[in-house]
């Protein structure tokens, strides 16, 4: 096993004037982390929040959030990685990317556990572009697009490292992101061009969700549209797992009611932004933290729409979003390379209110 210490290095910064109290500012750069991998694409904070994971183009990184330091390197994809996750017990790593293989790693030994490849099934994906755990950490669900518009949605035997389901999406189109609701019972795919598609998880499948709502949704009952035409970049559960957010390269998040489909909250992104490339619900779900394809992080009441807090930062291409289990830091990770680790000052927001 090979350890590497990397540089850290601070970005610059600029600070819109929202602010919790007096001139601390609710989003605060700590750390910005060197991955020296090429573009990072995704990152993951681990269940007891002691460290994040980091993917670029060949290898899967693990850092203490404390130092910075690197802790782990997961080396053995042959292409891009494009998604990373933690099992809810924070022992396992899932990976996936171009590679057309879902790989699983022991976070503590950095062994490689299981290859899970979807050429066994003789399939023509060209790569897997999602993976996420359910609640239960026994079965992965993952997204692939296809370039005959064959995408599909794969359900995983974690232990047995086999294919348990697979459904073809109804009218493919190209899948970004994917998302597992916290009771485990929805999964919501974000596609290219905007829809967001649900699914109720069963014992032996998926079954479309929506399913007797004909009026509301007279040609396919599952689709949630979010934008004709530009693509849902992310979605996300709410802790309780009756509303979902949706991203949008429509300058929007969205909030929906997931047993309707009716949208509750439309938020528009910073005037000058092309693109909210990511939103997600805090731990609480009172909050709605949300980053734009040039890097500009905002905190929303999720009730409202309201703005909160927000800050800049300097990357031109951010692919990644994730909040720490505690609600305390963000990450942020994209072309230039690294992994940014901001504070959230969260707790300070009913001051705000006051």
Known sequence: MRYFILALG???LAVLPQRACGDEPLIKLRRSIALNDGAVRAAAFSPDRQTVVACGDHFVQLFDLKTGDLLNRFDGHTDAVLSVTFSPNGKLLASSGKEKAIRLWDVNTGELKKVLPLYEFRLQQEQIS?????????TLVSCSPNSRNQNQV????VEKGWWTYRARMINPREPLDLAVSPDGKLIAVG???GIVLLWDVVQFGIQTHFPEDRQRFPSKEFRIHHDDEKPVSSVSFSPDSQRLVSSGWDNTARVWDVKTGRQLLKIDGPEKAKA??????SPD??????VTRDETIQIRDAANGRLLGSAIGSDKAVRG???SPDGKLAATCGSEGVVKLWDLRLSTIEEIKR
């Open 154 to 157: 794969q359900l995983w035997d």
């Open 276 to 281: 909210v490339q990511a939103a997600l619900y």
């Open 130 to 138: 999602r993976v996420v755990f359910l609640p239960d950490g026994k």
């Open 285 to 290: 779900g009172a909050r709605i933290v949300s």
């Open 321 to 323: 979003l994730a909040i």
């Open 10 to 12: 601070v970005t610059s």
């Open 191 to 193: 596609e290219k061009p």
